[in-house]
């Protein structure tokens, strides 16, 4: 059986959602209104039907986040807007509310269903339990390897499995991160996160010894797998996720064209294996280069099993591309020895000996000499630079990085009393005939090379003639030119009103989604150990969630994190771990630690949090005091 791959690419608008289909992505996700996890992300409902008009003509879908918890006040608006969302074509929705997932279901809104990565799945049985309740899809953590992901595949291979593949990374596992709520009352789970974990720290033992200094301690570098794909694809991935629901068009062109120029290339190499998920070819007219975009520096993080250097401890700021290391520095200007080309504008920055990022501006750049607006005072000779902003390539991003085209075979023939132009696609199994009246005349010069001319003319159209045929003696006759250029118009209209209004998404029953056997419930509801310990990582913070989880089973409900905090909490789960980041983890060849635990977090206010290491599943806890 051939296994797709979607490749899902970042909206934090219209604009981004169109450039990165014509970039090449098969699906988008978008925020709405309101009620998606980047509450700074709302878009309208007219824009999103727009970008639904645009995607289904290529097989491209689209995803709305409505991933965040909801408050019992909220879930009447809430199911207003999911209405609507489907009502307009919207393909699929992300959700982690349990109770807005069983007011879902109880209408049968047509639509699929996709359980948020905030919904904490890194386990067999959740997946088991997600696919019980009627989800289409899990979006799964970010954590797993390659090889848990695979175990989840092949126990559950009829649900999708979604990956991220690159971007940003949060520090703890999605939907058990409270300490944006816990300091700044700012939930993550509502889409408020004040990025707590990009914060310094100065890490501390039991008698209160510095360890470490105010340092980015829980600050990940970025995530990219693009020389992974194959491996998550083998493993049985099928959507590829990129992070960046506030990232500029550029970012979305870039990265979005990277990504799916090495699926494509997977694609080619085993044709009988794989296929993309939309249709259509993408000419692109630069090439990408990650290095370029937005990065903290770059990870593989935990596919893999455990690897160093994961985090970035000395800033959480983008680096960019190294470009090379200082040589001589004068009054007004430094060398740089390296290879990179630079431009006037460009910006650079480097790590200075106080571990500090200090960045500048290059006025003027004649060779590898570099004048900047104003030397940057930390500055040294052998330093690394690095480039967080190409002018040049910025201005590439600018203009027009690709074209989308929906190839179309037609054929043009005749009927009784005119001629007919039959358009059609493979890729997505549609098929139209149009034909306009005009009688037949026998041609006094030959019609064949005018006819293929008029129907080629496709330039303000998402088409591309594959193939165009004559069917045999209908160029026999005259036919003006007007006449071929109004059937081509006629006939594409046509055509493009067929595959935009062809549904993505049919659901495949209208029986009531089957109900988890109480059976099961003890071993599938709780997960971790800490979901029978700390009620509240369950997220409840509607009736309806309450509703949910009592028919499941679970009769001692807490209410979420967000609406009642309870004493010293647990407020992050992180497979990052400090102890084996810093050289220390004995257990995998580290040296041993002069320190007395347990360690402590501190803020410059000196608010502090404790750590707890639970070596028996590798993995960092973060309690609030």
Not at 223 to 240: K, R, T, W
Not at 334 to 359: K, M, P, Q, R, S
Not at 571 to 594: A, D, F, N, T
Request: contains cysteine; charged residues 25%; proline residues 3%.
């Amino acid at each position: 059986m051939m296994q797709t791959l979607e490749l899902l690419a970042p909206a934090k608008n219209l604009e981004c959602g169109i450039a990165a289909i014509n970039s090449g992505a098969d699906a988008v996700y978008i925020g709405a209104s309101h009620f998606g996890a980047r509450a700074a992300a709302g878009n309208s409902l007219d824009d999103i039907k727009s970008l639904c008009d645009y995607a289904h003509k290529f097989g491209v879908k689209v995803h709305v986040t409505v991933n965040t918890i909801i408050y019992d006040d909220e879930l009447e608006r809430t199911m207003a807007l999911v209405r609507q969302l489907a009502d307009i074509g919207v393909d699929a929705l992300l959700v982690q509310d349990m109770g807005l997932l069983s007011l879902i279901r109880s209408e049968n809104i047509p639509i699929s269903l996709h359980a948020s990565t905030q919904c904490d799945t890194r386990t067999v049985e959740k997946v088991k339990w997600l696919k019980g309740l009627g989800f289409d899809r899990v979006v799964l953590a970010r954590e797993l390897s390659a090889k848990e992901i695979s175990e989840i595949h092949k126990e559950i291979p009829d649900v999708e499995l979604e990956v991220f593949v690159h971007g940003a990374l949060c520090v703890s596992y999605s939907g058990v991160c409270y300490a944006s709520q816990h300091c700044f009352q700012r939930s993550a789970n509502r889409g408020e996160c004040a990025q707590f974990c990009r914060l310094k720290f100065d890490l501390k033992d039991s008698e209160g010894r510095i360890i470490e200094h105010q340092r980015h301690l829980l600050s990940l570098k970025d995530m990219c797998q693009i020389d992974n794909l194959e491996a998550l694809c083998e493993s049985g991935a099928s959507a590829f996720k990129i992070e960046g629901r506030l990232k500029d068009v550029g970012y979305v062109k870039n990265v979005v064209s990277a990504y799916s120029q090495r699926l494509n290339k997977i694609v080619a190499e085993h044709p009988d294996k794989y296929r993309r998920e939309s249709f259509g070819k993408v000419h692109y007219n630069f090439t990408p280069n990650l290095k370029k975009t937005f990065n903290r520096g770059y990870t593989t993080y935990f596919l893999n099993e455990r690897q160093p250097d994961i985090f970035s401890p000395d800033t959480p700021k983008a680096l960019g591309e190294f470009v090379g290391r200082v040589k001589e520095i004068r009054k007004d200007s430094f060398n740089v020895a390296g290879t990179a080309t630079f431009a006037n504008g460009d910006g650079l920055c480097f790590i200075n000996e106080e571990h500090e990022l200090e960045g500048f501006r290059v006025n003027r750049a004649v060779g590898n000499r570099l004048y900047p607006f104003k030397m940057p005072s930390g500055l040294r000779h052998g330093m690394g630079l690095y480039r967080n902003n190409d002018q040049e390539f910025e201005r590439i991003l600018n203009g027009e990085t690709s074209e989308r085209k929906l190839p179309i075979n037609m054929a043009f023939g005749l009927t009784n009393d005119g001629f007919s132009l039959k358009v059609s696609s493979e890729e997505n199994h549609v098929s139209i005939e149009e034909n306009i009246e005009f009688a037949h005349q026998v041609a006094q010069k030959p019609q064949h090379d005018n006819i293929l001319k008029q129907l080629s003319k496709l330039g303000n159209t998402i088409f591309e003639a594959e193939e165009i045929v004559i069917n045999k003696g209908a160029d026999k006759f005259f036919i003006p030119s007007s006449l071929l250029s109004d059937l081509r118009r006629k006939a594409i209209s046509a055509f493009e009103s067929a595959i935009q209004n062809k549904p993505a998404f049919v659901r495949n029953n209208n029986e009531d989604i089957p109900k988890t056997p109480n059976s099961s419930v003890n071993s599938n509801l709780i997960w971790q150990p800490e979901y029978s310990k700390y009620g509240y990582l369950y997220n409840i913070a509607n009736k309806a969630a309450v509703k949910f989880y009592e028919k499941e089973g679970k009769t001692d409900i807490q209410q979420a994190f967000e609406i009642k905090e309870p004493h010293e909490p647990l407020i992050m789960q992180c497979r990052h771990c400090l102890r084996y980041s810093l050289g220390y983890c004995v257990k995998r060849g580290g040296r041993k630690p002069e320190w007395h635990e347990p360690l402590y977090l501190q803020l410059a206010d000196g608010r502090r949090f404790r750590l707890e290491f639970k070596c028996d599943e590798c993995q960092m806890n973060i309690y609030a005091e």
